[in-house]
């Protein structure tokens, strides 16, 4: 049924005034909204216009009906922004810039039958202006107050594709306008006169800084200081919420490009957000997850680390109620924070002076511990990679020591007791002492340990952040994989033809050996491999008896040759498109339940065929292992190592590496790359002699081409390696040249990106290298010839 035309009347009009709404109502709106943006901007004030302090600074809040906080709004808008007379806007003499852009895009390549609104933009030394016209006694629409704290972004190319425009982004307190232009040289006038206003104001200061120099100055003076403290809530205890940050922050996103980490929105929205969390820690039975989570967001956010120092010494500041459970609450995050994150000299000043005011105040109190422990945890702390984990966080809320297990093979594990701020290098020192390992001429480190990989942890890494990254890894493993764990090991081999068998030192060579020949990194023939299980049940076990525990078969001998018996799989022949296309119809359908079948069935003949492999081998070992009858553990440790050695790559650290193939060769070349205390040698995977190998003498530079490639320089050639453990054989290599002393300083290629290391000082006898973090490019080392 057709519609009456009263009807068609109505629908049309409605469409029109919705139109009209949309073109001018909001101007009205917005305009609201700049009142509104000029009156919160109360708790900011200008370098320059500080005021007295003696007049009250009380907590914002969002009522704004008392004459004084009006009076006080009146006063700031009119020194940061002059009033507009009534004349023609294109005779504005403060105008710096002018010229029509686009408040909104309404057409462009999406709309295109929707016509675009203009409006005319006047950027002045204090203000971005735009009015309905550029006629005289045009209105005024909207205004937004430039500061320090704006930002601007520049036209970017996804804006233009989507709308036929290129955009501008102005960030103000409150709002921020996006314009359009149609000439991209339009627009970048516009940025670069918007970021030179910015730039030219002064820095903006809250009443929290300018107080907190205030307390700084008038710190001897305990009658001025009390004065403040009672005439300015914004320094003491509060119950209510927070809706401004005490110190400022630049307005607009966090990346103006991209969306902030993990969903974080500003940093003035965070900063309110954590002060909310904060509050909650009063009345939580379980503080911890909580806490973690505060400190979590500062690692992502570094800039508010500031904030949360002034926060929480804000809410220790005459609370109602000292030393309860509220307020201690505040100080072990307070204590977390000081273990985590150093603050900024100003803030650290301000913390040091509140702590000693507690103290004074407070004697013997918990909170007076909390300060004495917080100060001397703030002349330690300079960084950290990872927040502290739960465990760590209980034990700084007791102001105790965290225990820390490190197991070494061939011995029992050790028990070490750390803080937040120890390293591996002082636990490896204790470590080294505890065992009677100071004479040793070889090299120990700590190592992390994994289902996935086995790293060496570097010297100035703190234990601390390693135990986080294990709590982080238990949730995300299954439950039948391992657990992380620290391991105490040989970093390097300088000497192990002279280690004393009885020595716990020849315990850990055994022990590393039997990992090389488990990771099938020694080379040679089956017959010896069931010897070397033998020998390894012998030393574990002593004699043959039924009634003795047998490990697995991955335990004693290496997987990679009890796979390489089984037939190898058939290769894929090229097919046709024609033969790929029937392939992948007929994969959907029966023929591909008859595909699976075949292959499930093909697994398991492959299961079953491994399975009798391994009770082969099993069988071989054991009677291998009878004829050990009589030998004791130290005999069997030493004729285990002494098979093992008689590879000459025993006492290299090898690594998995491709090298890179030159133009004329098919592929790069799957390699084991050796390092060892006198050479560098290359080996083909499986076989007994290396490929080649250089001494140090030869090698005139390496470094590390990309975070995949490794550069070795030989002579006159260049070898390119392919590996994820380029930082691994930098260091390695580092550390063998230190302790043989024949390196000279780097000397980088790239200045611009890699600047020159400084000589490496003397080490400890007995200890790994620090692991150098290489900020500001690849690690790059020259050699002697």
């Keep these: 049924m057709p519609f009456p035309g009263g009807l068609w009347w109505l629908l049309c009009c409605r469409q029109g005034f919705t139109l009209l709404r949309r073109d001018y109502g909001e101007a009205d709106r917005e305009a609201d909204g700049e009142a509104e943006e000029e009156e919160a901007s109360f708790e900011l004030r200008a370098q320059g216009d500080q005021g007295s302090l003696e007049v009250s600074l009380s907590q914002p809040t969002r009522s704004s009906s008392g004459s004084e906080r009006s009076l006080l709004v009146a006063e700031e808008m009119r020194s940061l922004i002059a009033e507009k007379g009534p004349g023609p806007v294109e005779d504005d003499s403060d105008a710096l810039v002018k010229g029509w852009l686009q408040r909104e895009v309404r057409g462009g390549v999406k709309t295109p039958w929707i016509r675009p609104r203009r409006y005319w933009f006047v950027l002045t030394p204090d203000s971005l202006d735009y009015y309905s016209s550029n006629e005289k006694g045009a209105r005024r629409l909207g205004s937004l107050v430039l500061t320090s704290l704006c930002a601007v972004l520049w036209p970017d190319k996804q804006t233009y594709k989507d709308t036929g425009y290129w955009s501008v982004t102005v960030f103000g307190r409150k709002h921020c306008y996006r314009l359009y232009s149609e000439q991209l040289s339009e627009a970048v006038r516009w940025v670069c006169a918007v970021q030179k206003v910015i730039d030219s104001k002064a820095p903006v200061q809250t009443p929290t800084q300018l107080l907190m120099r205030d307390v700084e100055e008038h710190c001897s003076s305990p009658e001025v200081l009390e004065q403040i403290y009672r005439c300015n809530p914004i320094l003491r205890y509060t119950s209510s919420p927070l809706y401004a940050p005490l110190l400022p922050f630049p307005y607009g996103s966090l990346n103006?490009?991209?969306?902030?980490?993990?969903?974080y929105s500003t940093l003035r929205d965070e900063a309110v957000k954590l002060f909310n969390s904060l509050q909650q820690l009063e009345s939580e039975q379980d503080p911890v997850p909580l806490m973690q989570g505060v400190l979590q967001t500062c690692l992502d956010l570094p800039p508010l680390v500031d904030e949360i120092y002034c926060q929480l010494v804000k809410q220790t500041t005459e609370p109602p109620a000292p030393g309860g459970q509220g307020d201690l609450h505040y100080w072990q995050l307070l204590t977390c924070m000081s273990c985590t994150f150093l603050p900024s000299p100003p803030v650290l000043r301000f913390l040091r002076f509140h702590l000693d005011r507690t103290e004074s105040r407070f004697p013997a109190s918990e909170m007076a511990k909390y300060a004495s422990f917080?100060?001397?945890a703030l002349g330690k702390t300079k960084g950290r990679q990872c927040v502290p984990s739960l465990e760590e966080i209980l034990v700084l809320m007791r102001r105790q020591e965290m225990i820390c297990t490190v197991h070494c093979p061939g011995a029992a594990a050790c028990r070490v007791a750390i803080s937040s701020h120890t390293t591996a290098e002082e636990v490896a020192q204790e470590l080294v002492s505890r065992l009677g390992l100071s004479q040793s001429p070889n090299l120990f480190a700590l190592y992390e340990q994994s289902r996935r990989r086995e790293q060496p942890v570097g010297n100035t890494t703190l234990l601390a952040d390693v135990l986080t990254r294990f709590e982080n890894l238990a949730g995300e493993q299954r439950e039948q994989d391992p657990p992380c764990r620290l391991c105490f090991k040989h970093y390097g081999f300088l000497d192990t033809d002279n280690v004393p068998r009885d020595s716990l030192e020849f315990a850990l060579l055994f022990e590393q050996a039997h990992e090389m020949v488990?990771?099938?990194y020694v080379p040679t023939s089956e017959e010896t491999l069931q010897?070397?299980?033998?020998?390894?049940?012998?030393?574990?076990?002593?004699?043959?008896?039924?009634?003795?525990?047998c490990p697995r078969l991955e335990e004693l001998f290496p997987p990679r040759a009890l796979h390489a018996r089984l037939p190898p799989p058939r290769p894929r022949t090229a097919k046709c498109r024609?033969?790929?296309?029937?392939?992948?119809?007929?994969?959907?359908?029966?023929?591909?339940?008859?595909?699976a079948k075949q292959r499930a069935e093909r697994d398991q003949r492959l299961r079953?065929?491994?399975?009798?492999e391994g009770a082969s081998t099993v069988a071989a070992i054991v009677e291998k292992?009878?004829?050990?009858?009589?030998?004791?553990?130290p005999e069997a440790m030493a004729a285990y190592v002494a098979l093992v050695r008689e590879w000459p790559g025993f006492g290299s650290t090898l690594f998995d590496v491709d090298l890179r193939a030159s133009p004329l060769e098919a592929g790069p070349q799957r390699l084991w790359l050796g390092i060892g205390a006198k050479a560098v040698s290359l080996y083909k995977p499986g076989e007994l002699e290396p490929l080649d190998s250089f001494g140090y003498s030869r090698i005139s530079s390496f470094g590390a081409s990309?975070?995949?490639?490794?550069?070795?320089s030989v002579e006159d050639r260049d070898l390119l390696f392919e590996t994820s453990q380029v930082d691994e054989i930098a260091q390695l290599l580092n550390t063998y040249l230190t302790s043989t002393g024949t390196r000279r300083p780097p000397q980088p290629q790239e200045p611009a990106t890699s600047p020159p290391a400084s000589a490496p000082a003397m080490l400890p006898q007995g200890l790994c290298p620090t692991a150098r973090p290489w900020l500001h490019g690849p690690p790059v080392g020259s050699f002697p010839r």
Aim: proline share 4%; no cysteine.
């Design 256 to 263: 103006q490009s991209a969306p902030g980490p993990r969903g």
């Design 374 to 376: 917080i100060r001397e």
């Design 518 to 520: 488990l990771r099938g």
């Design 531 to 549: 010897t070397l299980a033998a020998l390894r049940l012998q030393s574990l076990n002593s004699d043959f008896s039924t009634h003795a525990p």
């Design 578 to 595: 024609g033969a790929r296309l029937r392939a992948g119809l007929l994969a959907g359908g029966l023929w591909g339940q008859a595909l």
């Design 608 to 612: 079953g065929r491994l399975r009798e």
């Design 625 to 633: 292992w009878k004829l050990l009858q009589g030998m004791g553990r």
């Design 706 to 712: 990309d975070s995949s490639t490794f550069r070795l």
